[in-house]
């Protein structure tokens, strides 16, 4: 069934220049409506609950698989999209079950991003057409996943890199990893930061699965 009244959205994106601007181009869409947008989970669940929550898939706070989780659990009628640019295979199986209904590439045009927020909010589940199964696809799966430790002996990590990598496959968020390295918390963003540069990966959730790929 279609939605008659306007379609409510929660925008949760740590980046204020993105979440900003997101907000201004949706209010000026027909039939939908921002009535949230925050950095972080924790904010939306004391807010009214929304049609729709746009989750951005590399939050710096803590883990977006977890912030889907938490949202799914706390709002279990509202459907949530996550914003990513390319989510892995792995990645999409992995939200699904967190209870993410669809997927919108962040370098989509605004019409297919809306169109997309439309019929998850109407009950359909949507995958970005670059994730469907396709020859193309396992092609660059097979790509990515060769030879991964050679790739980690040719690109210079410190000693506190690696053990971030290994423990982020443990599914730690950061402030569990700050406590078992004994390090400030802001410190082990900076290092899920660097490692995400020097590996081209997106999200925590890329970078768990790389660590298992390596052992």
């Not at 009535?35 to 939306?44: E, Q, R, Y």
């Not at 729709?52 to 710096?60: I, S, T």
């Amino acid at each position: 069934m279609s939605h008659r009244a306007p379609i409510t959205i929660a925008i949760i994106d740590d980046n204020s220049m993105v979440r900003h601007a997101l907000q201004t181009l949706l209010d000026t869409l027909p039939n939908l409506r921002v009535i949230f947008a925050g950095p972080s989970a924790a904010g939306a669940l004391t807010e009214k609950r929304p049609d729709v929550f746009l989750l951005d898939a590399g939050l710096a706070e803590g883990d977006s698989m977890r912030a889907a989780s938490d949202l799914h659990a706390a709002f279990p009628e509202s459907r949530i999209i996550v914003m990513d640019l390319l989510p892995t295979s792995d990645d999409v199986k992995e939200y699904v079950n967190a209870g993410v209904s669809g997927f919108a590439l962040k370098d989509t045009t605004l019409e297919e991003f809306a169109g997309t927020i439309r019929a998850v909010a109407d009950g359909l589940s949507v995958l970005p057409p670059l994730m469907t199964e396709s020859l193309f696809s396992q092609l660059a799966r097979e790509a990515t996943t060769a030879d991964r430790k050679q790739v980690m002996a040719d690109i210079r990590m410190t000693p506190r890199e690696l053990q971030v990598i290994g423990i982020i496959g443990e599914g730690l968020s950061n402030k569990e990893i700050a406590a078992r390295l004994n390090i400030a918390t802001h410190t082990v963003k900076s290092h899920v930061r660097n490692v995400m540069e020097k590996l081209a990966l997106h999200s925590r959730l890329q970078v768990a699965a790389y660590s298992h790929r390596t052992q």
